[in-house]
């Protein structure tokens, strides 16, 4: 069965902080995607990942892919309380399925404290 | 404005009477999903589709049929909606599967009784 993990589910921080968020996943793709969601709100797309070693940062957000590890973070800097939100990763399904075919993660619920 | 739409927003029904869910998009993408979320559980893909009058499963697709007649258009049809049904329901579109973003739609939320 495919499997998306992310690590942690809950996650409150200070303002100023630096953090990581994980997802480990169990298919060979070597694609992931992260989004964001706000409460109440849909989803936005934060960072497309399409190969190995592959790194993308916009503002205080920073994500790497390791498919050889099966492994993405999701890296905070300085955090601020905008960036309260839900964080989702997800790949595709290779594993039996094709292409299209996404399995997200639960989900990764961040709060930022002053 | 580039955007999905979806509609209705909000839907409270009962079991067992048919409904459609429309989701629109205005950028001429090939790639639409439907996604369902549910507390504690993420989102979980319903159906995709690829291109016009190619559709696939997701991880749950049962109770669940969708159509892709037209590139911009792909509404998820619940025959005989049951409660287990009810969630937060998104439509998403992007100009290919992989590589590219994802555009959701605002999210319907449906409550079955």
């Known amino acids: 069965e495919l499997k998306v993990e992310q690590n942690p589910l809950f996650l409150s921080m200070q303002e100023g902080k630096n953090y990581t968020i994980y997802c480990n996943y169990s298919t060979t793709s070597d694609r992931l995607y992260w989004y964001r969601q706000d409460p109440g709100k849909s989803l936005e797309s934060l960072f497309v990942?399409?190969?190995?070693?592959a790194v993308k940062q916009e503002g205080r957000l920073m994500a790497s892919l390791d498919t050889k590890a099966r492994l993405s973070t999701l890296h905070i800097t300085a955090a601020v309380h905008d960036l309260s939100a839900t964080y989702f990763c997800?790949?595709?399904?290779?594993?039996?399925?094709?292409?299209?075919?996404?399995?997200f993660g639960k989900g990764t619920k961040l709060s930022v404290k002053p | 404005e580039a955007q999905v739409t979806q509609n209705p927003r909000y839907l409270i029904t009962v079991t067992g009477k048919k409904l459609t869910v429309t989701c629109s998009q205005n950028?001429?993408?090939?790639?639409m999903s439907w996604y369902r979320q549910d507390p504690g559980l993420g989102l979980r893909q319903i159906y995709y589709s690829m291109n016009v009058e190619v559709t696939d499963k997701g991880d749950v697709p049962e109770g669940y049929k969708v159509s892709r007649k037209e590139k911009r258009n792909f509404p998820l049809i619940l025959e005989s909606p049951s409660p287990n049904q009810t969630s937060l329901y998104f439509c998403?579109?992007?100009?290919?599967?992989?590589?590219?973003?994802?555009?959701f739609g605002p999210g319907t939320r449906l409550l079955v009784l």
């Open positions: 990942l399409l190969s190995n070693g």
């Open positions: 997800a790949v595709e399904g290779w594993d039996g399925g094709s292409q299209g075919n996404l399995i």
């Open positions: 950028m001429n993408h090939e790639y």
């Open positions: 998403a579109s992007s100009f290919g599967a992989v590589q590219e973003t994802q555009y």
